[in-house]
Every structure is written in C-alpha cells, then in structure tokens.
C-alpha cells in the first residue's frame, strides 16, 4: 500500500519497511501422532483396559474415530447431535463456521451408551466434579499417559487428526479434499469458497464409515491391505 503511495506521490516513504523481521513468522505446531497401523492397533486394544471414568473412556474411543479438535470433542453438548441420522453439527471457534461431522455406526453405538449417563445433561462428556461442565481439557492426554503413552513424543489428544489425515490418504486412498472438508479446514475452491459444511458430505459419510471399519480391523488384530496392493500393510 505505501508503495503504491509513493509511486502514486502520495508520500514519500514506505515505513512498513522497517518491519519486515520485526515480527517473527508463525511457528507451526506438530503433535505427537501415531501412524504405523501395527502400533495404532495396539494403542485401541489398550483402551479396553482404561480404568478411569467411564466418559473419559468414551472420549478416549471416539478422539481417533471423529479426529476433532480435543476442545470440539470435550465441549460437544447433546443438543449438537442428531443420531438417528448420524450426523454432529457444531460451531468451530477456530473459524467461526458450522462443521458437520459423519457419525460411524461404531461412534453411534458409543454415543447411544453414553448418553444413558450423560443424556439428561447438556454435556456429553460432563466433569468428574461438577456435570455442569465438561471434562478437564488435559483429560484425553491424561488418560493416555495413564495407559503409558509419551503425550509428547508418541500420541496427543490432538494427534489424532494427524493420525486420520495420514492413514486416510496413504493407505486407504481418501481423496485430500474430502480429508481436509473432514479436518474442518479451509481449503478454497475455484469459486472462492473456503468452507462449506455439506461439501463432499456424501464422499465424507462413506469415508467415516471406512475409517471405523479400518480401525476395528486394526484394533481385532486383523491383517490390513493396502487398497491397490494386494499386500497387508505393515
């Protein structure tokens, strides 16, 4: 802008200049996260043996299965689900817009038992303390390291988006615009359109429904391959 002002005389210099390194760039933040599909089918059999509450066992099932933002999935109030059609739909504060989320028959069947507990509240996965508030937000990290994860060096709450976008594309085949609608980024189209939350939403139903069965079969100890490979994935 200041640039155009000098060429145009409208001042003489440009002192965002002076700025530039100023201000340092963006750190980008990478989480733990877990990606070989042996280890990823060891670390599900180790829920079954979680001793803490039984909504943090919950949470703890549905963080790889949904791969939402950890805040997204300790806030989420039933008020947000619809599951007779196996549908999530909430406000991303990140970015201000409604994200709808594909519930897996597995994620149903998790929820449906959950709610016997929680339903008569608004949270889904309500305080140990006091139920009108929801868990701890260091509770899925907790219950990781209580199942003898490194949360900074193997697996974090938040991992588990890493975890879904990876496995999604390289061994099942997802497309990445379909993944990425799913993580809730913004990814513009050709029309300019960062966002919608019913794009691709049919793709996205099939693949959620994928990645539970891909799971469970990594979670029963199941031989996995590789789409197109014709080899077990190792």
């Given amino acids: 802008m200041f640039r155009y002002g000098i060429k145009e005389g409208h001042c003489k210099t440009d002192p965002a200049r002076d700025l530039v390194g100023a201000i340092p760039p963006a750190q980008t933040t990478h989480f733990a996260s877990i990606t070989e599909s042996t280890k ?59 994200h709808l989320v594909p519930l897996s028959t597995q994620s149903v069947a998790i929820l449906r038992e959950l709610h016997a507990l929680s339903g008569a509240g608004r949270y889904v996965f309500p305080g140990a303390r006091d139920r ?40 099942l085949e997802q497309k990445p615009e379909v993944i990425e609608h799913q993580l809730a980024h913004t990814v513009p189209d050709n029309l300019g359109t960062a966002y919608n939350r019913t794009k691709f939403i049919e793709e996205r139903r099939v693949m959620m429904q994928k990645w539970a069965d891909y799971l469970d079969r990594l979670r029963l100890g199941a031989r996995v391959i590789r789409i197109g490979s014709g080899r077990p994935a190792t």
């Avoid at 997204?72 to 739909?89: N, P, T």
């Avoid at 937000?137 to 209580?146: G, K, P, Q, S, T």
């Fill in 40 to 98: 990823v089918g060891e670390m599900l059999r180790a829920f079954d043996g979680f001793t803490g509450t039984f909504p943090v066992l919950c949470a703890l099932r549905l963080a790889p299965l949904l791969f939402v933002r950890p805040g997204e999935l300790r806030q989420a109030q039933w008020s947000q689900f619809d599951l007779d059609k196996c549908e999530w739909c909430y406000l991303v504060t990140k970015t201000g817009t409604e």
């Fill in 132 to 171: 009108k508030r929801p868990m701890s937000e260091a509770a899925i990290n907790a219950a990781l390291r209580r199942l003898g994860h490194d949360t900074r060096t193997e697996i974090t709450g938040h991992g588990f988006r890493a975890m879904a976008r990876t496995i999604l594309h390289e061994e």
